[in-house]
């Protein structure tokens, strides 16, 4: 058999931060803290601490697992190739049913920002197929939206936390009457009210935040020098990332309070109203509605990269192993993909992506962890204590997930095992051998 198609080796260190960043930014400001707020109340600032732990934990073991193997696929390839193939395949199969629906979630939170009431559905559509289109004309078109889709985004949220923070109602406010936030808004009924369990759900819902950074482990076969640049940019996102979503954080917290933030949509724009420059609310919905098409169009390319990685295997159809000769991207996958989107978004629920995706990507790293584990001195960059950590946290947080969450992961990796184990038996000798057996 020949050797597989390659991609193009085109990204830079800043590409593939930028790539991470507009992973991680959409899903986190926009669409995680509501939900995390509704488990944990203020708790869910220890939450978000839990949740930059674990996700250091797996950036680490992505970052040396991806130096020792720069090709498309992340956690899949990882898996194969130092646990054997049906880790990996579990890890492949959560990365693409979790992320699935992650792009599912952010197309529509995507159109409830940008589209007319009534359109929502088309408008999210009609975005999927639009970035599906980008990543069609290959990755530094990609790379070069990405950018642009980024630096808005920032500025959007510089304004919207300038414009909470200086309004009447902020602290930063010179008329500091009774409506200023207090250690009473901020608190809630304390940062235990909810106990553990209810941070540690949070931390797992807070956790899809972070999972961006692996768009940039799947895309190892399209970054320059990638044992250098790839562990550098996983780092980098990820600590800019939790950055900017701890600011945020503490001032939804001290604006709105716990139980608004549980029960609003839009909980960054609330904020912005609150105060004196209420005219920047659009802008804060400009910046929403531009972070999703981020995540969205990175989360197009890393699962048209998985793909290709599990069909070069035979743990997908073999078609969507084949990458464009022009583009040198993987086409037939990322249609084939974009087409399911569009039909989870005709039916989808988006609060329920998010915690269905965090168990998938859960079930992800922790193979990455493990599989990071077994590495020996020459490939090994951090201590093994990070990656028994990082293990023992993804369990733990898929154990705090909302219980439909988990039931419906079970349900779709189950379905996982039952397609790999019937390819395998169709793909068996009908008459092994007496002499040799099967293998």
């Known amino acids: ?211 961006g950074y692996a768009r940039i482990a799947t895309m190892g076969e399209e970054v320059r020098d990638p044992r250098r640049t790839i562990p550098r940019a996983i780092l980098l996102s990820l600590g800019i990332a939790a950055t900017i979503y701890a600011g945020v954080c503490i001032t939804l917290l001290a604006i709105l309070g716990p139980d608004a933030v549980a029960s609003s949509v839009a909980p960054l724009a609330d904020a912005v109203v609150t105060g004196d420059w209420a005219w920047a609310a659009p802008v804060v919905r400009v910046g929403a509605a531009l972070a999703s098409l981020g995540a969205l169009l990175a989360l197009v390319a890393g699962l048209g990269r998985t793909s290709l990685a599990m069909a070069r295997e035979g743990d997908l159809p073999r078609f969507m192993a084949t990458v464009h000769p022009k583009f040198l991207v993987p086409h037939q996958a990322e249609l084939l993909l974009g087409a399911v989107i569009c039909l989870i978004i005709a039916f989808a629920d988006l609060r329920g992506a998010i915690g269905f995706s965090s168990f998938g990507v859960l079930v992800y790293y922790l193979v990455a962890n493990v599989a990071a584990f077994t590495q020996s001195a020459p490939d090994r960059r951090y201590p093994k204590f990070l990656q028994v950590l990082g293990a023992a946290a993804c369990v733990a947080l898929v154990a705090t997930l909302p219980v439909e969450a988990v039931l419906s992961g079970l349900v779709m990796f189950a379905a996982g095992v039952i397609f790999r184990a019937a390819r395998l038996r169709r793909r068996a000798p009908q008459n092994p051998s007496p002499i040799r057996g099967d293998t």
């Not at 839990?50 to 899949?76: D, E, H, K, M, R």
């Not at 289109?133 to 985004?153: D, H």
Request: proline letters at 4%; glycine letters at 12%.
């Open 1 to 211: 058999m020949s050797n597989p198609q390659t991609l193009d080796r085109k990204l830079g260190t800043v590409d593939a931060v930028v790539i991470g960043l507009g992973s991680m930014i959409g899903a986190g400001v926009f669409a995680a803290f509501t939900p995390a707020a509704q488990a944990a109340g203020s708790g869910m600032l220890l939450g978000l601490a839990v949740a930059a732990i674990v996700a250091y934990c797996n950036a680490t073991s992505s970052a040396q697992l991806a130096a020792a193997y720069p090709t498309s696929g992340g956690t899949y390839v990882y898996g194969r190739e130092r646990l054997g193939p049906w880790p990996g395949f579990l890890a492949g199969w959560g990365f693409v049913i979790g992320k699935v629906a992650s792009s599912a979630a952010m197309a529509m939170t995507f159109a409830a920002y940008a589209a007319p009431p009534g359109w929502e559905r088309p408008v999210a559509m009609a975005a999927v197929v639009l970035l599906v289109a980008v990543n069609y004309r290959g990755v530094s078109r990609t790379a070069a939206l990405a950018r642009i889709i980024v630096v808005a985004v920032l500025a959007a949220l510089a304004l919207a936390v300038a414009a909470a923070w200086t309004g009447s109602t902020g602290l930063g406010s010179t008329e500091l009457s009774s409506t200023a936030p207090s250690s009473s808004t901020f608190l809630g009924e304390g940062v235990f009210s909810h106990g553990w369990y209810g941070i540690l759900q949070s931390a797992g819902l807070l956790f899809f935040a972070f999972a």
